[in-house]
């Protein structure tokens, strides 16, 4: 069993991410358009130049000809990637992978997702024909056991709990405020957080991601080529995948207060990216925070702080914008909304600015130093006990 | 006395059904200027049919007795299928043999008492079911006094692993046809000529056909401990009881529970043999289209039989909770509430549906037996994905659990939400996120005890989902 990694081989030379926002008058096709013709632009190539593409997409379309139509490419490989919320940034992943190979020098990874042309709230899988046994709950309600089961392991009171995971919307609102690619951009009080009409169990509407349109793209080629394209790269540290299966919803033994698949594919990254301590190495982490209490558990299932010591570190701001570590510096889904197949890639793009230092005076961090000079990036898709967990890490600086 | 001529047949096992939620017939009136009236009827959940009922009946009647099913015989008034068999989701939520047999019995309310004399004058071990939710216009009589049940009556051979508790001694039917109640195929309500002209009917025919089944049993009137009398309304029920002039006649249950179409004899024949004692000769007298008249006498076995049975129609009819008039209109879809702004489910796939059907309709789990680990669903690798195919199939539907967490889903689609949703722990091993029926929000907790139970979960193009959920144990 191996997990090699690779490590300093691929640079990201160049991105671009449209606004996610309920694009009522663009489709699929134009926000593909869109994120692509910037990330054309961002790495300073015409398209042929790129030699193939990962298009990810949870429900935008089947096949690589969803992306090769609207480009229209010729004669391009284009691999169409599904892997739930993870979508956007396997596609990524397999075009590193591609890329390392020596198969292809330059290679493309598309998210693109339109989500608002369903009429439904929320997101919504389109379902597999199934003997119809199947669970029927919403995200949120499988999200919601997991607060009154870990305020009960660690002893942590009701009230306590609503306003570490008020605390977490708040922030990730007051970071998105300052965002203009955020859908929304006002600052919430956590008491309006708090009160606000209950979805499934405990989680009110303000616990929750929202739903947006969008597309986001990356150009990546050899670490040694990156200078052809820009002065500053990014360099892939780790890429780290775990598909769960599903036994955390049968087995007696889950208790709903960890995510272990996240924890497994956080041991992997930061083992391909050499990291000890990830808190003296990571300056800055996107990570999913498809509900306020999901990114409360991520803070541990990730090493950023111990079993049982998020919602105190929460509370007390070390992941605020200004904190020691922050987290979901652009807003997260909580400002963006979660267009599936393009919200990896969006958090890679703000990992992309922050470490070039050009995510503008009002946002960039002040965390990154010369020896904690790292960017994570999170997704998790499907639900506690059976989900698929992804971690990229990267830095502006090789090894 | 000399030794009998053919073997002693009867009611072998049997149980009933009652759904939770009452209906106070005092909100009726309210809310539709009409109707209503005293007392309660029950009323099946959302969730439930005919099929799922019978399914909970026929659970009760097997309950640790060793019957084996060779028939199953069911009639409802308004099944979920027509052109297809309904029986047979009950035979396999049942998990009866593959070599027997599961019919339907028709739509009329005689379905029941009409299996009962088939299975009284076949050969073999024949479980009756029947099961039926009664509905009417907002205000009317059917709304106020029908009722929901299911029932399963077990009649077979006087074998010593399933003793024969009710020896069916004497039957009669006389057959009439004039029009009493109708309703066309497809059309939600039933409608009624006047009832006098039933009664007046319906008098001369339960007269001969209770004296004739008397006679075949070779017995008298005054030897007659007890009489039931199913009929369309409790009114001729009542008349046509006081003219048999029976010692006692049993309560027709019209006060809790109502007249529950074609299961109503049968609920009133369970209600008959959990009153009566060895040695009680007792009748039920059914009213439909004619009138069938079956004679027992109660055997010793039924006092041994009684501690493993489930819970009595009285003691069903005793407990239950209310359900307000409103939701009770939403149940059966004559009040259509806005459904979340989420999308419907799709209809169950016919193939995966059959190549799960040992999961999906009678709930077997599969178990490792090289650890002892429970799969559900079952799996064909092992927990640990070290072995493949050594799994055993695991029988769940009669285990208990004990909630683990819980939530409420607000968003979800649900024929009536909001979704009661928690994670069960079985006892003896395996773990499941269900769904809660027939509990209300604020009376889940973390510990709570859960059965399952069967059920209907949505129907989309005409196909009921079947799946198990998850009830609070109520003791």
């Given at each position: 069993?191996?997990?090699?990694?690779?490590?300093?081989?691929i640079a990201?030379?160049?991105?671009?991410?449209?606004?996610?926002?309920?694009?009522?008058?663009?489709?699929?096709?134009?926000?593909?358009v869109?994120?692509?013709?910037?990330?054309?632009e961002?790495?300073g190539i015409?398209?042929?130049?790129?030699?193939?593409?990962?298009?990810?997409?949870?429900q935008g379309g089947?096949?690589?000809?969803?992306?090769?139509?609207p480009?229209?490419?010729?004669?391009?490989?284009?691999t169409?990637?599904?892997?739930?919320?993870?979508?956007?940034?396997?596609?990524?992943?397999?075009a590193?992978?591609?890329?390392?190979?020596?198969?292809y020098?330059v290679?493309?990874?598309?998210?693109?997702?339109?989500?608002?042309?369903?009429?439904?709230q929320?997101?919504?899988?389109v379902?597999?024909?199934?003997?119809?046994?199947?669970?029927t709950?919403?995200a949120?309600?499988m999200?919601s056991?997991?607060?009154?089961?870990?305020g009960e392991?660690f002893?942590?009171?009701?009230?306590?709990?609503?306003t570490?995971?008020a605390?977490v919307?708040?922030?990730?609102h007051?970071?998105g405020?300052?965002n203009?690619l955020?859908?929304?951009?006002?600052?919430?009080?956590?008491?309006?957080?708090c009160?606000?009409?209950?979805?499934?169990?405990?989680?009110?509407v303000?616990?929750c991601?929202?739903?947006?349109?969008?597309?986001?793209a990356?150009?990546?080629?050899r670490?040694?080529?990156?200078h052809l394209?820009t002065?500053?790269?990014?360099y892939?540290?780790?890429l780290?995948?775990?598909a769960?299966?599903?036994?955390?919803?049968?087995?007696q033994s889950?208790?709903?207060?960890t995510?272990p698949?996240i924890?497994a594919?956080a041991?992997?990254?930061?083992?391909?990216?050499?990291?000890?301590?990830?808190?003296a190495?990571?300056?800055?982490?996107?990570?999913h925070?498809?509900f306020?209490?999901?990114e409360?558990?991520?803070?541990?299932d990730?090493?950023?702080?111990?079993?049982?010591?998020?919602?105190?570190?929460v509370?007390?701001?070390?992941?605020?914008?200004?904190?020691?570590?922050?987290?979901?510096?652009?807003?997260?889904l909580?400002?963006?909304?979660?267009?599936?197949g393009?919200?990896?890639?969006?958090?890679?793009?703000?990992?992309?600015?922050?470490?070039r230092?050009?995510?503008?005076p009002?946002?960039?961090?002040?965390?990154?130093t010369?020896?904690r000079?790292?960017a994570?990036?999170?997704?998790?898709?499907?639900?506690?006990?059976?989900?698929v967990?992804?971690i990229?890490?990267?830095?502006?600086?090789?090894? | 006395?000399?030794?009998?001529?053919?073997?002693?047949?009867?009611?072998?096992?049997w149980?009933s059904?009652?759904?939770?939620?009452?209906l106070?017939?005092?909100?009726?009136?309210?809310v539709a200027g009409?109707?209503?009236?005293?007392?309660?009827?029950?009323?099946?959940?959302?969730?439930?049919?005919?099929?799922?009922m019978?399914?909970?009946a026929?659970r009760?009647a097997?309950?640790g007795?060793?019957?084996?099913?060779?028939t199953?015989?069911?009639?409802?008034?308004?099944?979920?299928y027509?052109?297809?068999?309904n029986?047979t989701?009950?035979?396999?939520?049942?998990?009866?043999?593959?070599?027997?047999?599961?019919?339907d019995?028709g739509?009329?309310?005689?379905?029941a008492?009409?299996?009962?004399?088939l299975a009284?004058s076949?050969?073999?071990?024949?479980?009756v079911?029947?099961?039926?939710i009664?509905?009417?216009?907002?205000?009317?009589?059917?709304?106020?006094a029908?009722?929901?049940?299911?029932t399963?009556?077990?009649?077979?051979?006087?074998?010593?692993e399933?003793?024969?508790?009710?020896?069916?001694?004497?039957?009669?039917?006389?057959?009439?046809e004039?029009?009493d109640?109708?309703?066309?195929?497809?059309?939600?309500?039933?409608?009624?000529?006047d009832?006098?002209?039933?009664?007046?009917?319906?008098?001369?025919?339960?007269?001969?056909?209770y004296d004739?089944?008397?006679?075949?049993?070779?017995?008298?009137?005054?030897?007659?401990?007890?009489?039931?009398?199913?009929?369309?309304?409790a009114?001729i029920a009542g008349?046509?009881a006081?003219?048999?002039?029976?010692a006692?006649?049993l309560?027709?249950?019209?006060?809790?529970?109502?007249q529950?179409?074609a299961?109503?004899p049968?609920?009133?024949?369970a209600h008959?043999?959990?009153?009566s004692?060895?040695g009680d000769?007792?009748?039920?007298v059914?009213?439909?289209d004619?009138v069938?008249?079956i004679?027992?006498r109660?055997?010793?076995a039924?006092?041994?039989?009684?501690?493993?049975?489930?819970p009595?129609?009285?003691?069903?009819?005793?407990?239950?909770?209310?359900v307000?008039?409103?939701?009770?209109?939403?149940?059966?879809?004559?009040?259509?509430?806005?459904?979340p702004?989420?999308?419907?489910?799709?209809?169950?796939s016919?193939t995966?549906a059959a190549r799960?059907?040992a999961?999906?309709?009678?709930f077997?789990?599969s178990?490792?037996?090289?650890?002892?680990?429970?799969?559900?669903p079952?799996?064909?690798v092992s927990?640990d994905?070290?072995?493949?195919?050594?799994?055993?199939?695991?029988?769940?539907?009669?285990?208990?659990?004990?909630i683990?967490?819980f939530?409420?889903?607000?968003v979800?689609?649900?024929?009536?939400p909001p979704?009661?949703?928690a994670?069960?722990?079985?006892?003896?091993?395996?773990?499941?996120?269900?769904?809660l029926?027939?509990?209300?929000?604020?009376?889940v907790?973390?510990?709570?005890?859960v059965?399952?139970?069967?059920?209907?979960l949505?129907?989309?193009?005409?196909?009921?989902?079947?799946f198990?959920?998850?009830?609070?144990?109520?003791g």
């Amino acid at each position: 069993m191996a997990s090699h990694g690779i490590t300093d081989q691929i640079a990201l030379v160049g991105m671009g991410c449209t606004r996610f926002v309920e694009h009522w008058d663009m489709g699929l096709d134009d926000l593909i358009v869109r994120a692509a013709t910037d990330a054309y632009e961002s790495a300073g190539i015409d398209k042929a130049a790129v030699d193939a593409y990962w298009f990810g997409t949870a429900q935008g379309g089947m096949s690589g000809i969803t992306l090769a139509r609207p480009l229209q490419l010729q004669n391009k490989p284009v691999t169409r990637v599904e892997n739930y919320c993870a979508t956007g940034s396997d596609a990524l992943r397999q075009a590193c992978y591609a890329v390392a190979s020596g198969a292809y020098d330059v290679a493309m990874a598309v998210g693109a997702e339109k989500t608002k042309d369903s009429g439904y709230q929320g997101l919504n899988a389109v379902p597999v024909p199934n003997d119809g046994t199947g669970r029927t709950l919403t995200a949120a309600a499988m999200f919601s056991m997991v607060g009154p089961a870990y305020g009960e392991k660690f002893g942590v009171s009701d009230s306590d709990m609503r306003t570490a995971m008020a605390h977490v919307a708040e922030k990730n609102h007051a970071n998105g405020a300052k965002n203009p690619l955020a859908q929304f951009r006002r600052e919430v009080s956590a008491e309006t957080i708090c009160a606000s009409p209950k979805v499934a169990g405990d989680l009110g509407v303000f616990d929750c991601a929202g739903v947006a349109d969008g597309a986001a793209a990356a150009i990546i080629c050899r670490a040694e080529d990156a200078h052809l394209y820009t002065d500053n790269p990014l360099y892939v540290k780790a890429l780290s995948l775990v598909a769960g299966n599903g036994s955390g919803l049968t087995d007696q033994s889950y208790d709903y207060t960890t995510f272990p698949e996240i924890a497994a594919c956080a041991v992997d990254a930061y083992e391909q990216a050499g990291v000890g301590d990830p808190s003296a190495r990571i300056a800055m982490a996107e990570v999913h925070d498809c509900f306020t209490i999901t990114e409360l558990v991520l803070m541990e299932d990730l090493g950023f702080s111990e079993r049982g010591t998020a919602w105190r570190e929460v509370l007390d701001g070390r992941f605020d914008l200004d904190g020691d570590l922050p987290i979901n510096t652009d807003g997260g889904l909580k400002s963006f909304g979660h267009p599936v197949g393009a919200s990896g890639l969006r958090m890679i793009y703000e990992a992309w600015l922050q470490l070039r230092g050009e995510a503008g005076p009002d946002r960039q961090v002040d965390s990154i130093t010369a020896e904690r000079n790292l960017a994570l990036t999170h997704n998790l898709g499907g639900y506690p006990g059976e989900m698929v967990s992804f971690i990229s890490i990267l830095g502006s600086t090789l090894d | 006395m000399l030794g009998r001529l053919r073997a002693v047949r009867g009611i072998t096992a049997w149980g009933s059904y009652l759904p939770f939620r009452r209906l106070d017939r005092a909100e009726i009136a309210a809310v539709a200027g009409k109707g209503g009236g005293r007392g309660t009827r029950t009323v099946a959940s959302f969730d439930e049919d005919p099929t799922t009922m019978a399914v909970e009946a026929g659970r009760r009647a097997l309950g640790g007795a060793s019957v084996v099913v060779d028939t199953l015989l069911f009639g409802s008034v308004n099944p979920a299928y027509a052109d297809k068999t309904n029986a047979t989701a009950v035979h396999s939520a049942l998990r009866l043999s593959d070599s027997s047999g599961a019919f339907d019995l028709g739509f009329s309310t005689r379905s029941a008492v009409a299996g009962l004399l088939l299975a009284a004058s076949g050969t073999g071990t024949t479980m009756v079911a029947a099961a039926d939710i009664r509905v009417g216009r907002a205000g009317s009589a059917d709304e106020a006094a029908g009722g929901d049940a299911g029932t399963a009556i077990v009649i077979g051979n006087d074998v010593a692993e399933s003793p024969v508790l009710a020896e069916i001694v004497g039957t009669a039917s006389r057959t009439a046809e004039f029009i009493d109640r109708w309703r066309t195929p497809g059309e939600p309500f039933s409608k009624m000529w006047d009832d006098k002209f039933a009664q007046v009917t319906y008098t001369p025919l339960a007269v001969e056909s209770y004296d004739s089944a008397l006679v075949a049993a070779g017995v008298g009137r005054p030897d007659v401990s007890s009489v039931a009398v199913s009929g369309p309304t409790a009114r001729i029920a009542g008349a046509i009881a006081n003219v048999l002039g029976a010692a006692k006649t049993l309560d027709d249950l019209s006060s809790s529970v109502g007249q529950c179409g074609a299961a109503q004899p049968a609920l009133l024949l369970a209600h008959l043999l959990e009153s009566s004692s060895p040695g009680d000769v007792v009748a039920l007298v059914s009213l439909a289209d004619g009138v069938d008249t079956i004679v027992l006498r109660i055997t010793d076995a039924i006092v041994a039989a009684a501690d493993r049975r489930g819970p009595t129609v009285a003691a069903q009819a005793a407990s239950g909770a209310p359900v307000r008039y409103g939701k009770f209109l939403a149940w059966r879809g004559l009040l259509e509430i806005d459904p979340p702004r989420r999308p419907e489910p799709q209809r169950v796939s016919a193939t995966a549906a059959a190549r799960s059907d040992a999961w999906k309709f009678g709930f077997v789990a599969s178990v490792d037996p090289s650890t002892g680990d429970v799969a559900m669903p079952p799996a064909r690798v092992s927990n640990d994905g070290e072995r493949v195919d050594e799994m055993v199939e695991h029988p769940m539907s009669d285990a208990a659990g004990t909630i683990v967490t819980f939530t409420i889903d607000r968003v979800a689609y649900s024929p009536s939400p909001p979704i009661v949703f928690a994670v069960v722990d079985f006892d003896g091993g395996g773990r499941l996120p269900l769904e809660l029926c027939d509990c209300d929000e604020d009376e889940v907790e973390i510990g709570a005890r859960v059965e399952m139970t069967f059920r209907r979960l949505y129907t989309v193009d005409g196909i009921p989902n079947y799946f198990w959920k998850a009830r609070l144990a109520r003791g």
